[in-house]
């Protein structure tokens, strides 16, 4: 894989890749648990990085049992990586890369404030389609920009984030959006 920042136009088989591994992952949970595609490749539209983000939703006193589970299928714990409320995990099975789609995976507690912010930061960008031409457009400009300083990419769309951010919360307000529990909760206890 190449250490550039790649976006590319949305790909209309990003869906069947999040289904592939939430196929994979399944199956390896003992405990009540829904997944989620999360980041920008569920966003119907969006230009992205083509790297499913996948978002395991649990009851946080379990994550030890999904820490067991997923290394039973080859994946490797990696801690929050300086997120609190989101851990991480990477497949380190060298034929199991080979055969998933390019992704990153996390554990997050039902009730913590990353699973929301990136459920809402989803739901948000669905729903405004003015949203997602900007966020692609600056993402795109700062890919050509940064090239294979993904540190400098990162911190530099951070701004549009945020902005994104603040209008998703009044969002949440009228439309009386509650951290996505219509999506969820039913299988978390």
Not at 35 to 54: F, Q, R, Y
Request: hydrophobic share 45%; with cysteine; charged share 20%.
């Amino acid at each position: 894989m190449s250490d550039r920042v790649i976006i590319t136009p949305y790909n209309l088989a990003w869906p069947a890749w999040f289904a592939q591994i939430a196929a994979f992952v399944a199956p390896a949970l003992s405990v009540p648990y829904a997944i989620e595609h999360v980041g920008s490749t569920a966003v119907p539209g969006l230009a992205a990085k083509p790297i499913i983000d996948v978002d395991i939703v649990i009851a946080g006193h379990v994550m030890p049992q999904v820490f067991a589970g997923l290394s039973t299928i080859g994946y490797g714990h990696r801690g929050d990586l300086g997120i609190p409320g989101r851990e991480a995990f990477a497949l380190i099975d060298t034929e199991m890369k080979r055969m998933l789609p390019p992704h990153h995976l996390y554990a997050c507690p039902s009730d913590g404030a990353e699973l929301r912010k990136h459920l809402l930061f989803r739901d948000y960008l669905r729903t405004h389609p003015e949203a997602v031409m900007k966020y692609a457009a600056v993402k795109t400009q700062l890919a050509e920009q940064y090239g294979a300083d993904r540190d400098g990419y990162t911190q530099a769309k951070t701004p549009c984030i945020h902005e994104i951010m603040r209008k998703a919360d009044a969002w949440t307000l009228e439309m009386g959006w509650e951290t996505g529990a219509s999506i969820w909760r039913s299988s978390i206890p």
